[in-house]
């Protein structure tokens, strides 16, 4: 599932993100710490079999 691929990819850092999937349609909501990491969580998806769209609502932590 595209959310056991998130937690098991080391590239996905230490994101928060939850998982919404119907009919092969992901949405991705949570923090991540940077752009980089939302970009790949975004390619986990849409690299997952039966996923042929994902939206994004994540957001990018600031830590200052």
Do not use: C, F, Q, Y
């Not at 937690?7 to 909501?29: F, P």
Request: charged share 30%.
């Amino acid at each position: 599932t595209v959310r056991a691929r998130i937690a098991t990819d080391s590239g996905a850092g230490d994101a928060h993100i939850e998982v919404d999937a119907d009919d092969g349609v992901v949405i991705l909501r949570g923090t991540v710490g940077s752009m980089e990491e939302a970009d790949k969580i975004r390619r986990i998806a849409s690299d997952t079999p039966g996923i042929r769209d994902v939206e994004s609502a994540m957001e990018i932590s600031h830590h200052w």
